[in-house]
């Protein structure tokens, strides 16, 4: 059951914001943001647990909703750098660890 | 930061060739690492779980006597794609965990694509 990020694609001018959902059907114990350029594997951004503690870039933002089993990052005055693929990567609190990236959402930044 | 190395970076083969691709831990010890497969304009996909020293755990789907994984030490994780063919293409992603880090966090290697002909 792969986390459901929305939306699929979106995009911006240089200096507007974003918001990019990631959704899961199940319990979490914590959510990875990664954002992936064309033919280059994931670069991480942020980590969220359960229980408040996060970890990330200072000009990245993001929520963990434990309750909703929810997770959104913040993208604020976006520039043409932020353009890429943005996975939220779980870690569920049931069972073995094993990591599942989300569906995917595709931001391009025009100038 | 902890890093992942993969090797190599891009492999063409013929059907029914197989091929490897190894994955290290430059800097830090991994008792596991991950195997991700990427086909273009889609999510990383988990394939197997890599456990040194015991049987890799492989996902749904995913043939484990095609895509043998050997995680000899703790250190290093090999894939290999066995009588590959053209839709084995796509683009192989490693990650390891740092055990001495924080909060599960993950560490890809950059990636080996795969191309078969």
């Known amino acids: 059951q792969q986390p459901v990020q929305s939306p699929q694609a979106v995009i911006l001018r240089e200096g507007e914001d974003a918001v990019i959902n990631c959704s899961s059907s199940?319990?979490?114990?914590?959510v990875h943001w990664y954002r992936q350029k064309h033919g280059e594997a994931p670069v991480f951004l942020m980590i969220?647990?359960?229980?408040?503690e996060q970890k990330g870039h200072e000009k990245i933002s993001a929520s963990f909703n434990e309750k909703k089993q929810q997770s959104s990052l913040y993208l604020t005055a976006s520039q043409l750098s932020y353009s890429g693929t943005y996975f939220c990567?779980?870690?569920?609190?049931?069972?073995?660890?094993?990591?599942?990236f989300g569906t995917g959402t595709r931001l391009k930044v025009l100038a | 930061g902890a890093v992942v190395s993969q090797h190599p970076s891009w492999v063409i083969c013929k059907s029914g060739t197989s091929v490897k691709i190894e994955c290290r831990s430059l800097?830090?010890?991994?008792?596991?690492m991950f195997w991700y497969r990427q086909f273009p304009k889609q999510s990383l996909m988990l394939m197997a779980t890599?456990?040194?020293?015991?049987?890799?755990?492989?996902e749904q789907g995913v043939e484990k006597d095609k895509f043998l994984i050997n995680h000899a030490s703790l250190t290093l994780s090999t894939l290999t794609v066995t009588s590959a063919h053209p839709e084995d293409s796509s683009f192989y992603i490693c990650?390891?965990?740092?055990?001495?880090?924080?909060?599960?966090?993950?560490?890809f290697g950059p990636g080996t694509r795969l191309t078969v002909t």
């Open positions: 969220l647990l359960k229980g408040g």
């Open positions: 800097d830090f010890q991994a008792t596991t």
């Open positions: 890599s456990n040194e020293g015991s049987k890799a755990t492989y």
């Open positions: 990650s390891a965990r740092d055990l001495g880090g924080w909060a599960y966090e993950q560490y």
């Open positions: 199940k319990a979490l114990y914590s």
């Open positions: 990567g779980t870690v569920s609190t049931s069972g073995t660890y094993k990591y599942i």
